[in-house]
């Protein structure tokens, strides 16, 4: 036995062992290392079809490589990020990566090279391929298949994705050693950066995020598919949670959080951000992600939360419910007015409108009714124009949705908070009214509520399609789905 993971004399096709730092891992000896090289079946997978997002995700690629004729265009998935000491976070790969190639997979960079001709552009996936098992990398390195799981082969990823593939180790040497204009999409992956210092600039790489947020405004029937799914998944998580109200009272809005995140797991899905589950006086704080505190019989909850698919959409809903069931009259006003404002807002989103029109209908909504319950000195137009509403309204009312929960964030804002809706986007409509416990310019009974009702929009040929109105949104629907689900009928 020696601890020596190297073969004493590699033959010509033996590579050597790669040496685990610290001593993690037990003394290996040679006849071990040369036992582990061989035995194993060839489980190449053939034929395999291309996947649903493969002829979508090869058109955006069409139009990048016409926006940005005769330069190299390099997009990474992102590196998997340490938690702490040697586990990591789950990953998540970057937007633009996963819009691009339908794939998901960490370490991974797509190119696109511009053709000798000038006409248009060669794609490649640069990413790891299967692990050698000549060399032992298999079952001695962390990223070894024996660790983390199979991996597709370059052949196999090739077939599944449409795209030609190479080794992502490749890639850095391939890069540094390259001439002629060049951009990256910066934030996901250090060293392609690094690889890349020199030769691209921050001005030229912002364009390429831009125009890549832009090219997702507009959702193909694909995308709105699955924001759908997200979003039926997301409507059965809310039920669930309905259901264990009475739990939750005797917990927190911890088990509100854990039964959402249930749904998504067990239908194979993720949620799209933290959850907010935000019971009593949190519901006035806009991201209440930390869902540590008590859920009280006659207070509210704001439950603002959404699935995201496998294909990585997501659904962005908030429903403000009563736990016990029943509004009282002071939550019911302040629920019906944030209702009128939604509805306004709705009825906003349609082809043609400014962006900013489904805003400024529920903002003159709100303004109103801060000013028929003396919050405010009228007349509304004075609230509005000095913004005088937003002490409660807090927030805008809306935004794009789709890979990312906020999406097509870095688009110009001419094409998109001053731009018009086209068909096929997909925003929210999420209009709020917000009393902070320590308030002191409003009554003591409106202090600590918080109000949000929030859908995910789909802008039509004629108008628009709310994708989650399988959720009741009226106060007098909502304690009537909440009775039918509890049981409590009648
Ligand atoms: N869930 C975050 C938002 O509604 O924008
Ligand atoms: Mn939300
Ligand atoms: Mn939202």
Redesign the pocket.
Known sequence: MTDELTPETPGEDEQPIKQRKNGLYPGVSDELAKNMQSGWADTELRDLEPVEQAPYAARRRAALSRRFPGERLVIPAGNLKTRSNDTEYDFRAATEFVHLTGDQTDDSVLVLEPRADGEGHDATLYRLPRSDRGNGEFWLDGMGELWVGRRNSLTEAAALLGLACADVRELPDALRAASGPVRVVRGHDAGIEEALAGQVTAERDEELREYLSEARLVKDEFEIGELQKAVDSTVRGFEDVVKVLDKAEATSERYIEGTFFLRARVEGNDVG?GS?CAAGPHATT??WVRNNGQVRSGDLLLL???VETTSLYTA?V?RTLPINGTYSDLQRKIYDAVYEAQEAGIAAVKPGAAFRDFHDAAQRVLAEKLVEWGLVEGPADRVLELGLQRRWTL?GT??MLGLD??DCAAARTETYVDGALEPGMVL?V?PGLYFQADDLTVPAEYRGIGV?I?DDILVTEDGNRNLSAALPRRADEVEAWMAELTGQRG
């Open positions: 951000y907010i806009l991201h603002d939360a959404g962005d908030t927030h809306g935004h929960v906020h929210t999420e949000r929030e």
